[in-house]
């Protein structure tokens, strides 16, 4: 039966990681952006939440709940909550492959961090013996790459020889480029990828949601107050309306996605539409983000306010796991899926 | 968080289907054609009345689930929406000015305009006014006169835009008392069929959904007896400003979603006849995909904000920035998904042959029914950014 609400245990789940943002995560993530990692107290914070693979352990916390709890990371800073958890959207295809137990047995070791990639993410070639390539963006303490690919996943945990970058955005990622020279593959299984991609796109998108809806409202609260032309800049049309349609942009996106992380839960084929969902946030990224800069004007250009790090962070993280030209062929993967049934109905 | 529709709401769907298949869409085309509305003893509206298309659906036997009325109203009008927008506009019922009677009425009201609709042996319409010649958007400013006189009120205006009004045994029409007072000065009447004052509610040529009456009317010294007034004089006093005003608007916000999800149901009428269409001649590349998965996802973003303003009505949750954010989006997205229809055909589509050349005509008028794309996002703003009533 229809219902919006979200459930109590992901509501006090949400309310508990939005405070966090809010009190951790925001105030520092100039700090944590110019240090490429946030600080030992946050990251102490953020363990003490025990928020990673969370939805892996059988708590009845699942997709949507994730959804939710990295919107709220997202809006305070994208780069430091993919750097506090070393698992991130590669928890999926490992708990694939070994469990959840081989998932909690890498959190065990803080010197670990899985990144998962597709093979868009760079030009790298994967066999079930080794891989060779470059990978764009990684993190550069990467110790557990997961390369998802047609034939299935692949993990290398060796000849992982990171170059670091300054990164367009999520710097407190540490992002880096990374070789591999017949580098041997650990561990491969032919196992279905699209429900690892699946997740992984929601994981993704929504941290990006949390950075467009950290955006429109910075924006909006923004144009309320500032005064031109003998009224708030919001009540000028011209910006009056592009505020309205960032917001209907973010609520759009926001809805996809929880119809695709609640398909998911309910064990339902949520693939097509997590790649929906994925590429209707990185489309409206891109109307969002450099929008809410535009609103705030010469200011917003500036780094003493926050929207031109939503616009880099934003871009950045609309670009991995093969970006919105992969997600729009998944999306349309089946096209001759009824359009009649994809009324909802 | 649940977006799953339960067996009964999901039967009643699929009856809708099977009749819009084999009924709506043939009769919409064929209105379409001859451009001018279905006439009111057509055999359709007592076919429509037969298999209980304006009834909701039967949960005898149901799975103990089952959606809200909102919801189940935008699922209907996404549906009919699909197979002809026209055809749906016109079916028989309360219409427009069913939630004004429901939402202001005293119970005697409620009872006397209501329960005729129960039978359904023979098919009548309600109907609403609201939009004037000098009064669309800015509705506060509508001038049709409402004056007392005795027990009667006596209007004198001219309406027009009123869905069925050619055919209504009432129409619920919006006047004021004092056009200084603004919303204040609003009142809703119930002026019914053969009254003296009432011209003949004449349909307007449309470019589009022709298959229903946009019908406009005057009133010259119309009389209206007290009883005619929607929630009598207490309303009024008891609500003492703007009461008829807050009426209309709450007509609007219930109704909002049921006219996006007649958008996204044309919009989704568009995307698999452009989808047939390259699929039988071949043109089907990766432009034509991406074009066509982009519209399908707006479609779909649209369908879930229908369903989620829908819901919030259901909740007695206040819903107006959902409503307005569904009807807005939906509205541009039918837009989009009719034109990249017409796109897709090329210069079939200019040989205005085509079903998707009708729903672009068609489906224009959602963005201007029931408050523009631009009203859509005031209503919004008044909440986001408190803008002003006055700017």
Redesign the interface.
């Known amino acids: ?7 109590e245990d ?1 509501a006090l789940l949400q309310d508990a990681v939005t405070r966090f943002a809010r009190d951790a995560l925001a105030p520092n993530a100039r700090r944590a952006e110019a240090d490429r990692r946030p600080d030992d107290a946050t990251r102490h914070l953020y363990e003490s939440l025990g928020l990673t693979a969370f939805e892996l352990r059988g708590e009845g916390l699942g997709m ?1 709940a994730r959804c939710l709890v990295n919107e709220a990371l997202g809006a305070a800073d994208p780069g430091a909550a993919l750097r506090l958890d070393r698992i991130g959207a590669a928890g999926y295809a490992l708990a694939a492959l070994d469990g959840v137990e081989g998932v909690e047995a890498l959190i065990a070791d803080p010197a670990r961090r899985a990144w998962l990639v597709t093979p868009e993410d760079g030009a790298v070639n994967v066999t079930e013996r080794t891989a060779s390539g470059t990978l764009h963006f990684v993190p550069a303490d990467v110790t557990d790459l997961v390369v998802l690919s047609a034939s299935g996943v692949a993990v290398i945990r060796s000849g992982l020889e990171a170059t670091p970058l300054r990164g367009a955005g999520l710097r407190a990622l540490d992002p880096a480029r990374l070789t591999l020279t017949h580098a041997p593959v650990a561990r491969f299984a032919r196992v279905a990828i699209a429900p690892i991609l699946a997740r992984a796109r929601l994981y993704t998108a929504s941290l990006l949601l949390g950075v467009l809806e950290a955006a429109s409202s910075y924006a ?1 609260a923004y ?2 107050e500032r005064v031109a032309f003998g ?2 800049i ?2 000028h ?1 011209g910006l ?2 592009l ?3 960032m ?2 942009a973010v ?3 926001r ?2 996605q ?2 695709a ?3 998911l839960d ?1 064990g339902l084929d949520g693939a097509e539409a997590a790649a ?1 969902a994925f ?2 946030t990185v ?1 409206q990224s891109a109307f969002v983000a450099p929008n809410a800069v535009q609103v705030l004007g010469g200011v917003g250009f500036m780094q003493d306010y926050p929207v031109e790090k939503y616009m880099r962070e934003a871009r950045t993280l609309g670009l991995l796991l093969g970006g919105i030209d992969l997600a ?1 062929d998944d ?2 993967k089946n ?1 001759a899926t ?3 049934a ?4 | 968080m649940d977006f799953a529709i339960d067996a009964d709401t999901q039967r009643h769907i699929e009856s809708l289907r099977e009749f819009g298949r084999d009924v709506i869409r043939p009769l919409g085309i064929e209105r379409d054609r001859i451009g001018t509305p279905t006439p009111p003893d057509h055999p359709f509206f007592r076919e429509v009345l037969a298999r209980g298309l304006t009834r909701p659906p039967d949960r005898s036997g149901g799975d103990g689930g089952g959606v809200g009325p909102a919801v189940l109203r935008v699922i209907t009008g996404n549906e009919l929406a699909y197979w002809d927008r026209g055809v749906s506009s016109s079916l028989p019922g309360p219409g427009l000015g069913g939630g004004p009677v429901m939402g202001m009425g005293t119970d005697a009201q409620k009872t006397r305009l209501l329960t005729r609709f129960r039978d359904m042996s023979e098919p009548r319409w309600g109907a609403f006014a609201m939009t004037e010649p000098g009064a669309g958007s800015d509705v506060a400013r509508i001038r049709t006169r409402a004056v007392k006189d005795g027990d009667e009120w006596v209007l004198n205006g001219a309406k027009l835009f009123s869905a069925n009004a050619d055919r209504a045994d009432w129409i619920v029409v919006f006047a004021t008392v004092d056009p200084d007072l603004g919303r204040a000065g609003h009142r809703a009447f119930v002026v019914e069929r053969g009254m003296p004052g009432l011209s003949d509610p004449k349909p307007e040529k449309k470019m589009g959904i022709k298959a229903y009456a946009s019908a406009s009317f005057t009133m010259n010294d119309l009389r209206v007896p007290a009883d005619n007034l929607l929630g009598g004089e207490a309303l009024y006093e008891a609500r003492s400003r703007g009461a008829g005003f807050k009426g209309a608007m709450q007509t609007f916000n219930a109704t909002r979603p049921a006219i996006a999800a007649n958008a996204v149901g044309m919009a989704r009428a568009c995307l698999d006849e452009a989808a047939a269409f390259v699929r039988e001649t071949g043109v089907h590349d990766e432009r034509c995909r991406d074009r066509l998965e982009r519209m399908r996802r707006r479609s779909r973003a649209a369908w879930l904000m229908c369903l989620k303003a829908a819901w919030l009505a259901d909740q007695g949750r206040p819903n107006m920035v959902e409503a307005s954010m569904s009807k807005a989006t939906a509205a541009e997205v039918a837009m989009e998904a009719a034109s990249l229809g017409m796109e897709l055909l090329g210069a079939v589509g200019a040989q205005g042959e085509h079903l998707i050349e009708k729903l672009y005509r068609d489906v224009k008028a959602m963005d201007i029914v029931e408050g523009t794309g631009q009203i859509q996002r005031i209503v919004m703003a008044r909440h986001l950014v408190g803008y002003p009533r006055d700017a």
């Open positions: 039966m229809i219902d919006f609400d979200t459930g992901a949507v909006r144009a309320r009224r708030p919001a009540h049309q009056t309306f505020l309205t349609d917001n209907t609520a759009g996106a809805l996809l929880h119809e992380a609640w398909r309910a929906t590429a209707e489309e729009r999306a349309m096209p009824a359009l009649m994809q009324g909802g109905l």
